[in-house]
């Protein structure tokens, strides 16, 4: 068996595109800033005062996954891939002291999916287990990936700012 049974794609019409970017745009804009305006933002600044870097980024981890995983009952990549994406969301925040940077990466990575993975989206399947956990282990992989992009990205920036 395939990694992606081609079979079970679907192809969106081209009158289908502009509801699918536009529910992709709004909801992954609003879900990325709302998010981190609360795990980045809010819960950031009250556990700064009291903790260091390394505990807060786990804690917020933590709350981060957990609140993602139990209303969908998503397989382990899931759990893990929330896990890296909370730390890939957070480096940046650390290093630049700014929220948008994380929002803006928390919103590519939600309009992606949208637009790629939802009922909606432009490579929807029929949604068994062995799609969803197969497509956890595959957006577990990208999760890693990127995480290690932003870790030699910001290595490179922390390295200029601080000349």
Not at 124 to 153: H, P, Q, R
Request: charged share 10%.
């Amino acid at each position: 068996m395939s990694v992606l049974d081609i079979a079970s794609l679907k192809f969106v019409s081209v009158q289908n595109i502009i509801p699918i970017l536009l529910f992709a745009l709004f909801t992954a804009g609003f879900t990325a800033f709302v998010e981190e305006l609360i795990f980045r933002g809010y819960v950031v600044k009250i556990l700064k005062e009291y903790l260091s870097w390394r505990w807060i980024v786990l804690i917020i981890c933590v709350l981060f996954t957990l609140y993602h995983l139990p209303q969908w009952g998503l397989p382990l990549p899931y759990w893990i891939r929330y896990f890296i994406m909370t730390v890939v969301f957070t480096l940046p925040f650390i290093v630049t002291k700014s929220l948008w940077l994380s929002i803006g990466i928390h919103f590519g990575g939600n309009f992606t999916y949208y637009m790629l993975l939802t009922e909606l989206g432009f490579l929807a399947t029929e949604k068994n287990d062995y799609i969803i956990e197969t497509m956890g282990w595959v957006s577990l992989g990208f999760a890693f990936v990127l995480l290690c992009f932003i870790y030699v990205f910001l290595q490179k920036v922390k390295h200029y700012v601080h000349k």
